[in-house]
């Protein structure tokens, strides 16, 4: 026996300002749940469908359009007859033209489960099931492309009193493989890789990945499906050792090249390795030099591990 409830709320949206002459802007939305349950033998079975709206200002300093309004609309389903949730997010940017946010800057549809908006950038989680990890892509606010798409923690490069700025992110091989729609697509079904490091430039997204494949699936095999300890940046200078900084939640990293002050060439990033601690233990860590700005692999030895470069 099958029955569906639906409940509509509705509501004056967190951004809307209250009715007025003197109004900006403003809007309204709604919220829906839809629970439809079934039964299997003895076993009641619900699923929840669950739809929000909501508005969200938001700043770029590249798209020279001032405040960005943004549209998000949400909608998630989950079981108790299954493990996850099954998301999909509708966004909508715009900003003033001729009037207050009158211009669609861009829109997109996303498979996530959550957006965070950050003050550089806003991130999509897609919730991993069964014990996966989450997968978290972050995009640009003005124009909506997509930077980097990542499981591990980002990291950051920046150059003191400089606009060089550089993040870095690790993808499981997990995540890569088993999933078709990313931007990763490529490696989709490679049994053999291990994961791929993203090195880019936000602003003209120019980047480099580093494709870490396992020599042999005896290998792959013994280290397990999930095999990132965690990401570290390090310096060769002492002055640089001296500027990590711990940001935000969860703590993420920000590595200040003070050895290059002031250097807008960005060859000045360089002397620095970016350590992958992978399996539990620090025989298999593999450490990836940065040198004048690019990943350089000519002296990268592992007996675990193949590398290779993509864009």
């Not at 099954?86 to 715009?94: C, N, P, V």
């Not at 069964?130 to 990542?150: H, M, P, V």
């Not at 480099?208 to 390090?234: A, C, M, T, Y």
Request: hydrophobic residues 35%.
């Amino acid at each position: 026996m099958r029955k569906i409830f639906i409940l509509f709320i509705l509501f004056s949206s967190s951004s809307a300002f209250a009715q007025s002459k003197s109004d900006d802007f403003s809007d309204s939305a709604y919220s829906k749940i839809s629970i439809s349950r079934d039964s299997i033998e003895d076993m009641e079975i619900f699923s929840t469908t669950t739809t929000t709206q909501s508005y969200h200002i938001e700043y770029s300093e590249n798209s020279g359009q001032g405040a960005i309004l943004i549209d998000e609309r949400s909608i998630q389903t989950s079981s108790n007859a299954s493990e996850g949730m099954i998301g999909q997010i509708i966004l909508s940017a715009r900003v003033s033209d001729k009037r207050n946010f009158d211009k669609i800057l861009w829109r997109d549809t996303l498979t996530a489960n959550a957006i965070t908006y950050y003050e550089d950038y806003f991130q999509s989680d897609a919730y991993g099931c069964c014990g996966a990890e989450d997968a978290k892509e972050i995009f640009r606010y003005d124009d909506g492309k997509s930077i980097l798409l990542r499981t591990s923690l980002l990291s950051k490069v920046s150059v003191p009193n400089t606009k060089t700025l550089r993040y870095i992110g690790f993808l499981s091989n997990n995540y890569a493989s088993d999933n078709v729609n990313t931007a990763y697509n490529k490696y989709y079904g490679d049994t053999l890789l291990a994961g791929i490091v993203t090195y880019i430039d936000p602003r003209s997204l120019s980047r480099q990945l580093l494709i870490i494949r396992f020599k042999n699936k005896l290998l792959f095999d013994s280290l397990g499906i999930e095999i990132l300890d965690s990401v570290v940046l390090n310096p060769s200078e002492k002055i640089d050792r001296d500027h990590i900084q711990t940001y935000g939640y969860p703590q993420e990293k920000e590595l200040l090249l003070w050895s290059a002050d002031k250097n807008s060439d960005p060859s000045a990033v360089s002397g620095f390795s970016i350590d992958l601690y992978v399996g539990g233990d620090d025989k298999y860590t593999i450490e990836i030099p940065i040198v004048r700005d690019k990943i350089d692999i000519s002296k990268l030895r592992s007996q675990w591990f193949t590398f290779a470069l993509d864009k």
